[in-house]
């Protein structure tokens, strides 16, 4: 039993080691990886149900990586945030996003808004300042940014941070509660929040037509987006079944693999933009 727990001990603590090891070349090759830009963003349109041809469009960062291939957000996200460097890669974001949008426009493709997320820890004391200078740089239009954030950091709504989002609003830049539902927003405090778009979390639309519970939120998110003016997007919808009862409870707009995956702007361009144009 004791060689048993010394070998166990011994296991552990060469897992963690590892572990240890390979959270450090993480952050170093993410920190080379923003020094030489090589990053990249992915592209999911957003539909008004029933159109072919998508008016909004959310960008989705990737990390193409020379050992690891292309990392999830989701597994560099978390370091990028905690070593503080999500704030210049938020900007690198944001830049190649709206230049993005900027050459599909001028392809012709009537794209109205581009929607890029944004980590609460990217709000500091000059976030709004330097977006519009961002904007300014590349002479876009503040109306057709749309920055989407999470329920928690709308509802701690710290001084600070509505400091800058009230001077984003002011430019005319749009907010959009992301994830929605998984928090804990009240109807009166939605009310109160700066923003115009709510999206629903996929995790309500995945069962919509068997968990009643599911149905039952979703239902009640755009029953209370409507008489408070604000535009729904379901997010995560794969069927032809979840949509239609989306569109039956009154949800306007959609993105999902039922649509289109994500994928780079040339896939995006050839995909609408010669249609658009034809
Ligand atoms: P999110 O903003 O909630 O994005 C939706 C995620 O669902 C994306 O994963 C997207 O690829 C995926 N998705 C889209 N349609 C479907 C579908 O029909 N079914 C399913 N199962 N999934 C679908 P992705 O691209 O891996 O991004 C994960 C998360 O990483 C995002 O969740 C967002 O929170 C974060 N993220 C992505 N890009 C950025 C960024 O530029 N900045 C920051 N701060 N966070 C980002
Ligand atoms: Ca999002
Ligand atoms: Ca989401
Ligand atoms: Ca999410």
Same mark, same amino acid.
């Given at each position: 039993?004791?060689?048993? %727990?010394?070998?166990?001990?011994?296991?552990?603590?060469?897992?963690?080691?590892?572990?240890?090891?390979?959270?450090?070349?993480?952050?170093?090759?993410?920190?080379?990886a923003?020094?030489q830009?090589?990053?990249?963003?992915?592209?999911?349109?957003?539909?008004?149900?029933?159109?072919s041809?998508?008016k909004?469009?959310?960008?989705?960062l990737?990390?193409?990586?020379?050992?690891?291939?292309?990392?999830?957000?989701?597994?560099?996200?978390?370091?990028a945030?905690?070593?503080?460097? @999500?704030?210049?890669? %938020?900007?690198w974001?944001?830049?190649?996003?709206?230049?993005?949008?900027?050459?599909?426009?001028?392809?012709?493709?009537?794209?109205e808004?581009?929607?890029?997320?944004?980590?609460? @820890?990217?709000?500091?004391?000059?976030?709004?300042?330097?977006?519009a200078? @961002?904007?300014?740089?590349?002479?876009?239009?503040?109306?057709?940014?749309?920055?989407?954030?999470?329920?928690?950091?709308?509802?701690? %709504?710290?001084?600070?941070?509505?400091?800058?989002?009230?001077?984003?609003?002011?430019?005319?830049?749009?907010?959009?509660?992301?994830?929605?539902?998984? %928090?804990?927003?009240?109807l009166?405090?939605?009310?109160?929040?700066?923003?115009?778009v709510?999206?629903?979390?996929q995790?309500?639309?995945?069962? @919509?037509?068997?968990?009643?519970n599911?149905?039952?939120?979703?239902?009640?998110?755009?029953?209370?987006?409507?008489?408070?003016?604000?535009?729904?997007?379901?997010?995560?919808?794969?069927?032809?079944?979840?949509?239609?009862?989306?569109?039956?409870?009154?949800?306007?707009?959609?993105?999902g693999?039922?649509y289109?995956?994500?994928?780079?702007?040339?896939?995006?361009?050839?995909?609408?933009?010669?249609e658009?144009?034809?």
């Amino acid at each position: 039993a004791k060689e048993l %727990g010394r070998n166990r001990s011994c296991y552990y603590q060469r897992e963690l080691t590892d572990s240890i090891h390979s959270r450090m070349s993480l952050e170093q090759d993410l920190r080379s990886a923003l020094e030489q830009h090589s990053f990249t963003l992915y592209y999911q349109p957003q539909f008004r149900v029933g159109d072919s041809i998508p008016k909004r469009v959310e960008a989705l960062l990737r990390w193409p990586h020379p050992v690891r291939g292309l990392i999830s957000p989701h597994d560099f996200i978390p370091l990028a945030e905690t070593s503080g460097m @999500i704030v210049e890669l %938020g900007y690198w974001v944001l830049r190649s996003a709206c230049q993005q949008f900027l050459f599909w426009r001028q392809q012709g493709l009537k794209l109205e808004k581009i929607s890029v997320n944004v980590s609460p @820890i990217q709000i500091n004391s000059s976030f709004a300042s330097t977006v519009a200078d @961002i904007l300014q740089h590349l002479d876009f239009d503040p109306r057709w940014l749309e920055l989407e954030v999470t329920e928690s950091l709308m509802m701690s %709504g710290t001084t600070e941070v509505s400091q800058q989002i009230s001077e984003l609003r002011a430019m005319g830049v749009d907010f959009a509660i992301d994830d929605f539902g998984t %928090g804990y927003s009240s109807l009166s405090k939605i009310k109160s929040m700066p923003v115009t778009v709510l999206k629903i979390d996929q995790s309500f639309v995945r069962d @919509i037509n068997d968990d009643i519970n599911d149905y039952e939120i979703a239902r009640a998110i755009v029953l209370m987006a409507k008489s408070l003016g604000l535009i729904v997007v379901a997010e995560g919808v794969e069927t032809k079944e979840q949509e239609g009862t989306l569109h039956r409870l009154g949800c306007e707009w959609v993105q999902g693999y039922y649509y289109a995956m994500p994928m780079d702007g040339e896939e995006f361009y050839q995909r609408y933009c010669t249609e658009a144009v034809q």
